[in-house]
């Protein structure tokens, strides 16, 4: 081909891109086809609801899913963000609480983290977003998809999106443009108020800018629908239905119903009560998996009667003569490439104290014997060898069949396995008794002190052995469970990891801890029990009546806010606006009532604010960062 041919050949192809689409094909409809196979692709095991969750996101709207417990919003969020992220959207996952982002398991976040601040206990804590890679990470940001929403305050979701709005230089939109995915059950555990008094710190007002903001994110317990963001956002609204967890027992479903209601004393709920009084250990089905080892998760809803209980079983174990064994978990940090040389200590120190460290699932030190009760906490995915994965998809789908996360066993022994050297001694590697092809055709318990076996193009010797865990789980599978990566990227900052067994002691747990998962047999002690919605969770956690055992359960204690209550009826009855308007309340009216906010502003503000949110408009307008934050000062003020 001449040059000229070439030349030609290549205005025709420039001329044929340019020519338009015929009519009956709009840009429009292909870029909607590619989406619709999308969401076929992955909405094809949901039902009509779950898919018009996908479907709502895909259409790039901001949505807000809700449901009963057990309702599948946690799969149909995994299918968002996969659907997103196969839409070409940037996608961030976030939850309010370390537990329920590593629940997630979408390398999920918390939200604090996502947004670079420490938990902020004042307004100009959230100033640290206007760091240069905070910042940036924001205005690349298409999609925020936030799981427990039910436990995030409306104060932090509206300073989280002023904050947004400014970074990405748009004032008017909603989270500055980004499309929101909130996903959660305000009648589930609420938002946790913490200790600092409002009393304490000052109110903000634009005539002393560098005043620390009138501060109740620590006691501000309003729910996120009573923030300005959910007046303005629009979210479509889709409400699951279909109840999978307990599907196979409708009268359990229909106590629970009751019980998220604070109907306590109906007669559903009596029934429930009656038939799970009886201990496990004297029930049919119950009683073979009791004997064959595995014993109920016990649920309590405060952490001393947790650890008091894991350790009582586990010392009794010991009195049995059972030798434990100690796994440590090995912490490490890894500083992104792209933060300076100057920075990369303080980066490092920084994150080694990561809350990701004490609230990661996998325990620093984790003591085991033979009789131990465990809990998987990865999902073990047979198509990659049988190793550990974090996604979620399916989990508990099929439990009998499947190891996910939360799947119950029991240790029944310790098993050697070999660790290979290369050649030139420069790498240590553990050998995976389910990574068939390392073995080269050989049998794992084959291997021998000496051994030479081939992989990666190298040759490997055995040249010691270390004792792992075998778990026998309830659908008698029995698994050799070596260390796994926990870890959670913090953007432009770095990596947080932590390699440790997979397994966590579960003959106890709390009930904030058991919020998002399935039990197949559980005790739940309701003694003590504090919070709205706490009982509601841990009896929600069960698949059956058949596999729950109730103690303490208190009527009196069974509580639920009517406030969340005409918060769904307004949903239902398609009346949001309205409710938002009239009945829900903004989280900053019981601020306006206080003495440090009396000396700010007169009454007829008071009156201004109750009315709209326009007073809060003009704060955020006015708000700068304190002084603290002069190192970020080229990049404020230009919104
Ligand atoms: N469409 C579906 N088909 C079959 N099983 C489903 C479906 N949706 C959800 N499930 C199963 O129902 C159980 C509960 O689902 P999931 O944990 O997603 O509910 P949830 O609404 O997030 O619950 P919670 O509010 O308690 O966290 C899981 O075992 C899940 O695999």
């Given at each position: 081909?001449?040059?000229?041919?070439?030349?030609?050949?290549?205005?025709?192809?420039?001329?044929?891109?340019?020519?338009?689409?015929?009519?009956?094909?709009?840009?429009?409809?292909?870029?909607?086809?590619?989406?619709?196979?999308?969401?076929?692709?992955?909405?094809?095991?949901?039902?009509?609801?779950?898919?018009?969750?996908?479907?709502?996101?895909?259409?790039?709207?901001?949505?807000?899913?809700?449901?009963?417990?057990?309702?599948?919003?946690?799969?149909?969020?995994?299918?968002?963000?996969?659907?997103?992220?196969?839409?070409?959207?940037?996608?961030?996952?976030?939850?309010?609480?370390?537990?329920?982002?590593?629940?997630?398991?979408?390398?999920?976040?918390?939200?604090?983290?996502?947004?670079g601040?420490?938990?902020?206990?004042?307004?100009r804590?959230?100033g640290n977003m206007f760091s240069p890679n905070t910042s940036?990470?924001?205005?690349?940001?298409?999609?925020?998809?936030?799981?427990?929403?039910?436990?995030?305050?409306?104060?932090?979701?509206?300073?989280?999106?002023?904050?947004?709005?400014r970074i990405?230089?748009?004032?008017?939109?909603?989270?500055?443009?980004?499309?929101?995915?909130?996903?959660?059950?305000?009648?589930?555990?609420?938002?946790?108020?913490?200790?600092?008094?409002?009393?304490?710190?000052?109110?903000?007002?634009?005539?002393?800018?560098?005043?620390?903001?009138?501060?109740?994110?620590?006691?501000?317990?309003?729910?996120?629908?009573?923030?300005?963001?959910?007046?303005?956002?629009?979210?479509?609204?889709?409400?699951?239905?279909?109840?999978?967890?307990?599907?196979?027992?409708?009268?359990?479903?229909?106590?629970?119903?009751?019980?998220?209601?604070?109907?306590?004393?109906?007669?559903?709920?009596?029934?429930?009560?009656?038939?799970?009084?009886?201990?496990?250990?004297?029930?049919?089905?119950?009683?073979?998996?009791?004997?064959?080892?595995?014993?109920?998760?016990?649920?309590?809803?405060?952490?001393?009667?947790?650890?008091?209980?894991?350790?009582?079983?586990?010392?009794?174990?010991?009195?049995?003569?059972?030798?434990?064994?100690?796994?440590?978990?090995?912490?490490?940090?890894?500083?992104?490439?792209?933060?300076?040389?100057?920075?990369?200590?303080?980066?490092?120190?920084?994150?080694?104290?990561?809350?990701?460290?004490?609230?990661?699932?996998?325990?620093?030190?984790?003591?085991?014997?033979?009789?131990?009760?465990?809990?998987?906490?990865?999902?073990?995915?047979?198509?990659?060898?049988?190793?550990?994965?974090?996604?979620?998809?399916?989990?508990?789908?099929?439990?009998?069949?499947?190891?996910?996360?939360?799947?119950?066993?029991?240790?029944?022994?310790?098993?050697?396995?070999?660790?290979?050297?290369?050649?030139?001694?420069?790498?240590?590697?553990?050998?995976?008794?389910?990574?068939?092809?390392?073995?080269?055709?050989?049998?794992?318990?084959?291997?021998?002190?000496?051994?030479?076996?081939?992989?990666?193009?190298?040759?490997?010797?055995?040249?010691?052995?270390?004792?792992?865990?075998?778990?026998?789980?309830?659908?008698?599978?029995?698994?050799?469970?070596?260390?796994?990566?926990?870890?959670?990227?913090?953007?432009?900052?770095?990596?947080?990891?932590?390699?440790?067994?997979?397994?966590?002691?579960?003959?106890?747990?709390?009930?904030?801890?058991?919020?998002?998962?399935?039990?197949?047999?559980?005790?739940?002690?309701?003694?003590?029990?504090?919070?709205?919605?706490?009982?509601?969770?841990?009896?929600?956690?069960?698949?059956?009546?058949?596999?729950?055992?109730?103690?303490?359960?208190?009527?009196?204690?069974?509580?639920?806010?009517?406030?969340?209550?005409?918060?769904?009826?307004?949903?239902?009855?398609?009346?949001?606006?309205?409710?938002?308007?009239?009945?829900?309340?903004?989280?900053?009216?019981?601020?306006?009532?206080?003495?440090?906010?009396?000396?700010?502003?007169?009454?007829?503000?008071?009156?201004?604010?109750?009315?709209?949110?326009?007073?809060?408009?003009?704060?955020?307008?006015?708000?700068k960062p304190g002084p603290d934050y002069n190192g970020w000062k080229g990049k404020l003020g230009r919104?």
């Amino acid at each position: 081909m001449t040059n000229t041919a070439f030349r030609l050949n290549n205005v025709n192809k420039r001329k044929r891109k340019a020519r338009p689409l015929p009519d009956w094909i709009s840009r429009e409809d292909t870029k909607r086809k590619t989406l619709q196979d999308v969401s076929t692709d992955l909405t094809s095991d949901l039902d009509s609801l779950q898919k018009r969750a996908v479907n709502a996101a895909l259409s790039g709207a901001n949505v807000f899913v809700t449901g009963v417990a057990g309702t599948g919003k946690s799969r149909v969020t995994q299918r968002i963000v996969t659907a997103c992220q196969q839409a070409g959207r940037q996608v961030a996952v976030a939850a309010p609480t370390g537990v329920a982002a590593v629940n997630l398991d979408l390398d999920a976040q918390t939200i604090h983290s996502l947004a670079g601040i420490p938990v902020p206990q004042k307004a100009r804590d959230f100033g640290n977003m206007f760091s240069p890679n905070t910042s940036k990470k924001w205005r690349k940001l298409q999609t925020l998809v936030i799981d427990e929403i039910g436990m995030v305050t409306a104060e932090f979701i509206d300073w989280l999106d002023v904050h947004v709005r400014r970074i990405r230089r748009a004032p008017l939109e909603v989270f500055g443009g980004i499309q929101l995915i909130l996903v959660g059950d305000f009648c589930q555990l609420g938002p946790i108020p913490g200790s600092l008094s409002l009393r304490k710190s000052k109110p903000y007002h634009p005539s002393n800018p560098s005043a620390d903001c009138f501060m109740n994110l620590q006691e501000c317990t309003a729910y996120a629908f009573q923030s300005v963001l959910w007046r303005e956002a629009k979210f479509v609204h889709v409400h699951l239905r279909k109840v999978y967890r307990q599907q196979s027992d409708q009268a359990f479903i229909r106590a629970l119903q009751d019980l998220r209601e604070s109907k306590a004393d109906s007669a559903n709920v009596k029934h429930l009560i009656q038939q799970c009084q009886t201990p496990l250990q004297n029930r049919p089905g119950a009683s073979e998996t009791i004997a064959s080892g595995i014993r109920p998760t016990v649920l309590y809803c405060t952490n001393r009667n947790v650890d008091e209980e894991n350790r009582r079983a586990l010392l009794s174990l010991k009195s049995q003569g059972s030798l434990a064994k100690v796994f440590k978990a090995i912490d490490s940090v890894q500083v992104d490439d792209e933060v300076p040389e100057s920075s990369r200590g303080v980066f490092r120190e920084s994150l080694l104290r990561n809350k990701f460290f004490d609230h990661c699932q996998a325990a620093p030190t984790l003591e085991l014997k033979v009789g131990a009760q465990v809990m998987l906490l990865q999902n073990v995915s047979e198509d990659r060898g049988g190793k550990y994965s974090t996604s979620r998809s399916g989990s508990n789908n099929n439990s009998k069949q499947q190891l996910v996360n939360g799947s119950r066993g029991v240790v029944i022994r310790f098993q050697l396995v070999p660790v290979v050297r290369d050649n030139k001694h420069t790498e240590e590697r553990l050998m995976d008794p389910y990574d068939r092809d390392k073995f080269a055709g050989r049998r794992f318990d084959e291997l021998k002190f000496g051994t030479t076996v081939e992989f990666d193009q190298r040759a490997w010797t055995v040249f010691k052995f270390v004792k792992f865990p075998v778990v026998r789980f309830l659908n008698n599978e029995e698994r050799i469970i070596l260390p796994s990566e926990f870890k959670r990227s913090l953007f432009r900052q770095g990596t947080c990891l932590r390699k440790q067994l997979p397994l966590r002691l579960a003959w106890a747990m709390t009930v904030h801890k058991s919020q998002g998962s399935t039990l197949d047999l559980v005790l739940v002690d309701l003694k003590g029990c504090f919070a709205t919605g706490q009982s509601y969770v841990a009896l929600s956690r069960a698949k059956s009546m058949d596999g729950l055992e109730i103690r303490n359960f208190d009527a009196k204690q069974v509580c639920s806010d009517p406030l969340v209550k005409a918060f769904y009826e307004a949903m239902d009855q398609d009346t949001m606006d309205d409710f938002l308007a009239t009945q829900a309340g903004l989280w900053w009216y019981p601020i306006l009532d206080s003495p440090e906010w009396n000396k700010m502003f007169s009454q007829a503000s008071h009156s201004v604010a109750k009315q709209n949110s326009s007073q809060f408009r003009q704060w955020v307008k006015d708000y700068k960062p304190g002084p603290d934050y002069n190192g970020w000062k080229g990049k404020l003020g230009r919104s």
